[in-house]
């Protein structure tokens, strides 16, 4: 404590420091402001001024000067100075030091005269006393001081009751109940009650308790009562009072007895003026606090029981249920508890503004025990109505409202009023949290409660505030937070379907982030609901109503049951949207009626029902796949369904929806993307399905207007808001771009991280609906948002890419908009600058539009791949090719043509109809008339584009293709990079991608091969088909189709090939150094050649599709079934290709049927649309023409495609391919696809003028000349031979080097071979004949190996496939023989690489496409086959004929034939054996199924007997017939040709002779095959000992 007296005052005393201290105590006393400070300040003076005199710093002489002088300053000064001599006293005596002890006493001597004797012996020590001689003894002094103690405490008083006169107590009743309203104060009423006690010996207890009385019946006198009682307590101990009125409450605790209020109120005025203690009177009250708690746990314990009883199933009897009805009667008429003191005494505290003391006793009871109450929540609720009327008036009543004022209390110990929001932190919240959900006893202050928290929202967002206040409005905003959770939240549940203040609290709601709300949310439906035995019975009887309303909900009665479900709703939106969801979840047919239901609510419960939604979708307990973990769990479809209904439907705020898919996305988690797709699709009607129908497709490929109109299933109407609604909301949050790469990123997680455990199936659907919904939700982004918007959105393709790792087809998905954008508007700005408007001008500033807005993206993609790319292909048509769509390629004019003729119909019906009122029909021509301008307008608009973009393409061309490898390296990155990535991606870029092809075709694209790009699409679909998703597959079947429409579109007409394809260079079939296509007309593909190259593709198609038939794979199968059921409009178009497919498909049908009955579907739909095609179908020789002549072998050979040509191309090594065995099948087909397979040539080394890369490059040019001109001679055929060397160019040396690249298990295969050939160039005729001989050993050796391979083989196959793999043993059997047989020459395996003699060859690759086309069961071999083989014959024939100088002499010749009749006699008889017993085993055997094929294919034989006898194929009728026939021909042959022409004919002829044997072999393939089934080993055996025949032999 600070001194009051300064040390410089003592030291100048008698100078100064008595004045000072003089005028520092006249100026405390007269202070009169503070009583209570100045009497403290007065006496720390004094005390001061005292020790001072003690320690002998100042004279007592001098101090009791100063004290006379004070002394009349104040009525109590004496008083105050015997206060302060008490503490010396006691100070002084505790000390040795006996001079302080000294002065003390004789300054209390010079102060005798100030303070009197009695006020001395009260306050000082005995001994002190004695030692001051104002007694004479301290022991007698002590002794006399006790006896009067006892005499006054604890002697019974013996009162005389008779001298306590009735007078007395009938006047102090009349002095306390007269009129108070005049001059009467209480001090001259307490001054008669005085003078009334002593005259008549009045009792000063009972004349308290009559006042007290009188107080209770005159409550309206506070202010005269109150000091009167405050006046006389002073004549009485402390404790008095508050006895008395617990008397009086003991009076009343009888059970009958009822507290009368006044009683509470008097008490309560009392506590307020501290004129008792609550902690004195709190005990005289009843019940206990212990009874309060039991009280309060048995109300717990009895809402559990009600929600038990609610949500129990019982099944009772009649008379159980009325006992229980007796039961609750009884209960309810026995006798209600007493009264409940504390509660009356609380309320009464309210009532007057206590708030402090009806705190204290609130907590010491439960929680909300006392305000669920009724009187005392309404008198606590009245309390807050008074204390925030000031700042409610201010802020917080609505614009036009009156309002009732409420005038504050008269009492002014009341809480202070409100005026600021600080001060509502005060006293306002804490009110407002014991009051808890019992605010719902007063709407009115409801609303006014949370109009303020509107009013201090509104002010907590402007942001004009300092940092200071910023923290204040922080701590405030907080408060607003737990009031609504604790409060307002839990009240409007307990009210009754108060709709009005649901809306005024949405109406504060709606400022808050939607991350509080839904957090205030989830507190009270998960946890308010426990806090409250009232909450918890609201909470069973919601549940049970929601349960009687859902039972009787059907799309009849939607708006009774709606209007039921809203009211419901106003209260309790939490508990009655789970129970929906939960209900929805299970059955999805109650959508429709539930979404119409709706209507209903309120802003607040709409709002709700979204948080409800979102923690239905994220509820951890739920497994997001089915049992069978192959499909998305039915709960999440339904979930998602109703999302997107209710969302589009009603203004429910979206963004904490697509907040939580973003956030599962980057979670990794790809099943609630559902959700993403069904509320684009309905908000937006943008629907993504595989389904479109080819009519959707081409609109979907114009305007806006015309993909509204045909591209679409449903019509879409009035999405127009819906859509706005979801654009703002992606864009207020910032989600649109981060849903798009997280969508994106998300596809290849699918696969690698989600996917791990999952089911293949699951996956590939996951897969898709990331991809589908990405592409859906892509497509709104790019219809819906504005140009800024989006180019301000989306960063450059190479961020995209680098940084984002976003996959580049969606990356340019994504891009692709903006540049269209950027492109036009940069146009426009162009036409604006000048006004030309010429055509040629306009197209002339869209290109330079092109080139400004292309350039950066130019040089944006060339990171994207390795360096090496840009060799082959630029960066240039990389950019044109990802950034165009098909809307700039085509117009589709049907389309346009379609729906404007739609409208027309419309308009007639419209005139037609009679029922239409006039003003209707005039509004709806109207409306018809406006969208067929629009999409005339459209049309217009788009042709022009069309046109620029063509003309913009036309001056590209040039630089695109860059062929600085091959080009076939260009097609590879063509399709690898473009078109495989794109044509996967959408429906519409499958068509775009086909059409692409298409358009660099006809632009007459340099280094572009045409033939090869479509060869490469054809030949290998089973890897593409087997690693697409279900959707892919379909998208890629469409790009198929496409591509098959235009080819069928040449095939079907000479006059259209020679317009479309005749002089272009993608059809050239020599492929010259880079910019030297020069158009020699012979290096075209002519049209019967192209026909030929038509059904090798269909043929390659078929035996793809076979393949992944016959797999067993899940994928393989559902995949192959889905692309053929898109190409079905152009595949199959050959009858016995067709046929081969049909019985594959049956055959699925039957496994299928019981094991995946989803792969059933599939077939069966594929089958029977397969037949209904049948019709259509045509012979084999109606396709293209069969079987040329014996001499035109040659031709036949060019015929078949560019790979005879020279081609460094895939197309040569296909023919070859397709002879290779089913393994080295798919890793060639593998190998090539990545276009790298080559030819290794080894005879390079003995012929080193040719350079050849297939071996035949030059030579095959020859054979494009034989072609034109058939009859020249030998010497002009070696001119042109000449000539044609210099042709071998660049490209196919690279192509020799990189041979390589040759698949191992062929290199494996045949890695003694061209040791051989190594050693066999041929030099002379000695030499030869010894090469053959080691040949032949070598060759026999290997056929055996090569056929106990195959036997072992088809033992493990026979399971699997019982008759391909019989049909492939007895191919491979004759191969091998073939093989053997034919070791003279230079040995073939399968490939051109291969060293076998060519006729050989070609007669095992005729006998292998045979069996080939018999595993698709057509007996009549593929002509492709003939193709293929005749093409390939010749062009070996060549080749072996320009590297071999010496040829083979007669007698030679001679022998090899020989050796082929023996061969051949011996089959045939075998065979004749073997048809025997087949024709019994097929009688037994064949079910009806099976006797039809036979059927079939005899008839398909005897047409071909009938067929082939002009091309020298006829078979005769006994099998010994045929190799003679074959025979004379070669003698004739002979004597015609000489030198060089020999060689070509003998081996034709040879060939062909071989070829016949081998079609009849064909003929018995099924019969061997069967004996096989019944006895493979026989069938080995048999093998083996035709091997040791050819040996002997």
């Not at 020590?125 to 007694?135: A, K, N, Q």
């Not at 455990?757 to 948002?785: I, M, P, R, W």
């Not at 075209?1084 to 059904?1095: C, M």
């Not at 072609?1267 to 010497?1275: H, T």
Request: aromatic share 6%.
């Amino acid at each position: 404590m600070a001194t009051v007296l300064p040390a410089e005052w003592i030291k100048n005393w008698e100078k100064g420091g008595r004045n000072e201290f003089l005028q520092l105590c006249r100026a405390l006393s007269e202070d009169k402001s503070h009583d209570s400070l100045s009497f403290r300040d007065i006496q720390q003076a004094l005390y001061e001024l005292s020790s001072h005199v003690v320690r002998g710093n100042l004279k007592h002489e001098q101090a009791s000067g100063v004290l006379a002088d004070i002394i009349e300053f104040r009525e109590d000064m004496p008083s105050i100075l015997a206060d302060a001599f008490c503490i010396l006293d006691i100070e002084t005596s505790c000390l040795e030091e006996k001079t302080k002890r000294d002065c003390f006493t004789q300054l209390v001597l010079s102060c005798l005269y100030l303070v009197s004797d009695t006020v001395l012996k009260e306050r000082l020590d005995p001994e002190t006393l004695e030692s001051l001689g104002l007694i004479k003894q301290s022991q007698q002094f002590n002794q006399k001081s006790v006896k009067i103690k006892t005499k006054l405490f604890y002697k019974q008083q013996k009162f005389n009751l008779l001298r306590e006169e009735n007078e007395g107590y009938a006047k102090l009743i009349a002095e306390l109940g007269q009129d108070l309203s005049g001059n009467i104060t209480s001090d001259l009423i307490l001054e008669n009650i005085k003078s009334l006690i002593g005259c008549f010996n009045l009792d000063p207890n009972r004349v308290l308790d009559i006042i007290l009385e009188v107080y209770e019946c005159r409550p309206e006198y506070d202010d005269f009562f109150v000091p009167l009682i405050e006046s006389y307590m002073y004549m009485c101990e402390p404790q008095t009072l508050c006895h008395i009125l617990g008397f009086k409450f003991k009076f009343y605790q009888d059970p009958s007895g009822e507290t009368p209020s006044s009683l509470y109120r008097v008490a309560a005025v009392l506590l307020q003026h501290n004129l008792i203690d609550l902690e004195d009177l709190y005990v005289h009250l009843l019940p206990g606090d212990n009874a309060i708690i039991e009280e309060h746990k048995r109300e717990i314990v009895e809402a559990k029981q009600i929600v038990r009883k609610l949500t129990m199933v019982v099944l009772s009897s009649e008379k159980t249920e009325e006992k229980e009805k007796e039961k609750e009667k009884e209960e309810e008429k026995t006798e209600k508890p007493p009264d409940n003191q504390k509660l009356g005494l609380l309320e009464a505290l309210l009532k007057i503004g206590d708030w402090q003391h009806a705190q204290s006793i609130m907590d010491q009871m439960p929680p909300f025990y006392a305000t669920s109450h009724k009187p005392i929540a309404i008198a606590l609720c009245q309390l807050v109505h008074v204390t925030i009327e000031p700042l409610y008036r201010r802020v917080g009543v609505p614009k036009g409202a009156k309002g009732s004022p409420i005038s504050p209390l008269p009492n002014k110990r009341a809480p202070k009023q409100a005026d600021s929001f600080e001060d509502l932190r005060k006293e306002v919240f804490n009110m407002l949290c014991y009051l808890g959900p019992h605010l719902s006893h007063d709407p009115i202050l409801f609303a006014k409660v949370v109009r303020l928290g509107k009013a201090f929202m509104k002010e907590f967002q402007s942001d004009g505030n300092k940092q200071e206040d910023k923290e204040k409005m922080e701590i405030l905003f907080s408060c607003v937070l737990s009031i609504t959770d604790q409060v307002l939240l839990p009240s409007l549940s307990l009210m009754d379907c108060n709709a009005c203040m649901s809306e005024e609290l949405w109406g504060m709601f709606k400022t808050f982030p939607y991350q509080y709300r839904y957090r205030l949310y989830g507190q009270w439906k998960n946890e308010t609901y426990n806090s409250h035995p009232l909450l918890v019975k609201v909470k069973a009887q919601t549940i049970d109503r929601a349960k009687y309303i859902m039972k009787r909900l059907t799309k009849e009665n939607v708006k009774p049951s709606g209007r039921q479900i809203g009211k419901l709703s106003h209260a309790n939106p939490t508990i009655l949207f789970d129970y929906i969801l939960s209900q929805i979840q299970k059955y999805d047919n109650l959508i429709t009626p539930v979404v119409d239901s709706l209507k209903y609510l309120t802003s607040l419960n709409y709002d709700v029902l979204a948080y409800c939604i979102i923690e239905a979708l994220a509820n951890p307990e739920k497994e997001r796949m089915k049992h069978d973990d192959t499909t998305i769990s039915s709960w999440l479809q339904s979930l998602a369904s109703f999302c997107g209904a209710v969302f589009r439907k009603y203004p429910i705020e979206l963004a904490g929806l697509l907040q939580y898919v973003a956030n599962q996305l980057k979670a990794g988690k790809s099943f609630d993307l559902l959700i993403l797709k069904e509320v684009v699709q309905k908000m937006a009607g943008i629907e993504i399905t595989e389904e479109m129908t080819m009519e959707q497709l081409e609109a979907m490929t114009g305007g806006e207007q015309l993909k509204a109109e045909g591209g679409y299933f449903g019509q879409i109407r009035n999405t127009k808001k819906s859509s706005q609604r979801l654009k703002d909301a992606l864009l207020d949050h910032d989600l649109a771009l981060p849903l798009c790469l997280l969508m994106a990123q998300q596809r290849n997680g699918v696969i690698f991280q989600e996917g791990g455990e999952k089911h293949l199936k699951l996956v590939g659907k996951l897969y898709d609906q990331c991809h589908d919904t990405l592409v859906q939700f892509g497509g709104f982004l790019a219809s819906n948002l504005s140009t800024e918007d989006y180019i301000k959105r989306v960063p450059s393709i190479d961020v995209l890419c680098n940084e984002f790792h976003t996959p580049h087809d969606a990356a340019f998905f994504l891009s692709r908009p903006m540049y269209a954008h950027q492109i036009s508007s940069k146009y426009d700005e162009l036409k604006k600058a000048e006004k030309g408007n010429k055509q040629q001008h306009k197209v002339h500033k869209y290109i330079t539009a092109c080139e400004l807005v292309m350039a950066p993206v130019h040089e944006a993609v060339i990171s994207l791949h390795p360096p090496k790319v840009w060799d082959d292909i630029s960066p240039q048509f990389y950019a044109t090719f990802w950034s165009l769509t098909m809307y700039d390629l085509a117009v589709p004019h049907s389309s346009y043509d379609r729906e404007v003729n739609k409208l027309k119909v419309q308009m007639k019906a419209i005139d037609d109809n009679q029922e239409m009122p006039p003003n209707k029909k005039k509004k709806e021509k109207e409306r018809c008339t406006a969208l067929q301008d629009k999409l005339l307008e459209e049309e217009k608009k788009q042709l022009e584009h069309v046109q620029r973009v063509l003309q913009r393409l036309k001056l590209e061309k040039d630089n695109w293709l860059l062929a600085k490898s091959t080009k076939n390296e260009t097609i590879t990155k063509f399709l690898q990079l473009c078109i495989f990535p794109r044509c996967i991606f959408s429906a519409i870029d499958a068509v775009y991608c086909a059409h692409f092809v298409e358009l660099v075709h006809q632009q007459k694209t340099p280094n572009f091969s045409t033939l090869l790009c479509y060869d490469r699409v054809f030949s290998d679909i089973i890897y593409t088909v087997a690693s697409c998703t279900e959707n892919e597959a379909s998208r890629y079947g469409r790009f198929l189709c496409c591509m098959l429409e235009t080819v069928t579109r040449w095939h079907s007409d000479r006059v259209i090939y020679e317009k479309e394809c005749g002089n272009y260079p993608g059809f050239l079939t020599i492929l010259r150094a880079t910019g030297f296509d020069g158009g020699n007309k012979a290096d075209q593909l002519d049209y019967e050649n192209f026909r030929h190259v038509v059904h090798k593709w269909h043929y390659k198609l078929t035996k793809a599709s076979v393949h992944c038939l016959e797999t067993g794979e899940y994928t393989h199968i559902r995949n192959i079934l889905i692309v053929l059921t898109k190409i079905l409009p152009w595949y199959p178009k050959v009858l016995n290709l067709g046929q081969a497919l049909e019985r594959r498909v049956h055959k699925i049908c039957q496994e299928e049927k019981e094991k995946r009955p989803d792969l059933y579907a599939l077939a069966m739909g594929y089958s029977g649309q397969l037949k209904s095609r049948k019709p259509f179908m045509i012979p084999e020789n109606e396709f293209h023409h069969k079987d040329p002549p014996a001499r035109n072998a040659v031709a036949a050979t060019v015929q078949n495609g560019p790979g005879g040509a020279g081609m460094p191309t895939s197309l040569t090594i296909n023919t070859a391919k397709l002879e290779e065995s089913a393994a080295e099948e798919t890793d060639k087909l593998k190998e090539k696809s990545q276009g790298t397979v080559k030819v290794i040539n080894k005879t390079v080394n003995a012929t080193p003028k040719v350079t050849t890369s297939n071996g035949n490059s030059a030579s095959n040019s020859k054979i494009i000349k034989e072609k034109d001109d058939k009859e020249k001679s030998g010497k002009e055929k070696d001119k042109e031979k000449k000539e044609k060397i210099p042709a071998t160019t660049p490209e196919t040396k690279a192509l020799g080097k990189d041979g390589k690249d040759k698949p191992k298990e062929e290199r494996a295969n045949k890695d003694e071979k061209p040791r051989e050939i190594k050693e066999k160039t041929p030099k002379s005729d000695k030499e030869k004949e010894k090469a053959k001989k080691e040949e032949k050993a070598s060759k026999e050796e290997k056929s055996k190996t090569i056929v106990t391979t195959i036997e072992s083989k088809s033992v493990a196959e026979k399971e699997r496939e019982k008759e391909p793999s019989r049909e492939k043993d007895v191919a491979k059997d004759m191969k091998s023989k073939e093989n053997t047989k034919g070791g003279e020459k230079i040995p073939v395996a399968g490939s051109l690489k291969s060293p076998v003699p060519r006729s050989e060859t070609s007669e095992c690759e005729r006998e292998q496409k045979r069996r080939k086309v018999d595993i698709h069961s057509s007996p009549s071999h593929s002509s492709t086959v003939k193709d293929n083989l005749n093409e390939l014959k010749d062009s070996s024939t060549k080749h072996y004929i320009n590297h071999t100088t010496p040829t083979l002499s007669k007698s030679k010749e001679r022998e090899v034939d020989k050796k082929d009749l023996d061969k051949s006699r011996e089959r045939s008889r075998e065979r004749e054996k073997k048809e025997e017993k087949d024709r019994k085993d097929r009688k037994r055997d064949h079910s009806n199924s099976d006797r039809e094929v036979p059927q079939d294919s005899t008839k398909r034989r005897k047409e071909e007997n009938g067929t082939t006898g002009s091309s020298k194929h006829s078979k005769s009728e006994s099998p010994s017939d045929s190799p003679r026939s074959n025979e004379k021909e070669r003698e004739k042959s002979k004597s015609k040709s000489s030198g060089k022409e020999k060689g070509d004919s003998i081996k034709a002829e040879k060939m062909e002779k071989s070829s016949s044997g081998s079609k009849k072999e064909s003929r018995h393939d099924k019969e061997k095959e069967k004996k096989e089934k019944r006895d493979s080993t026989g069938g080995k055996e048999e093998k083996k000992h035709h091997k040791s025949s050819d040996k002997h032999r």
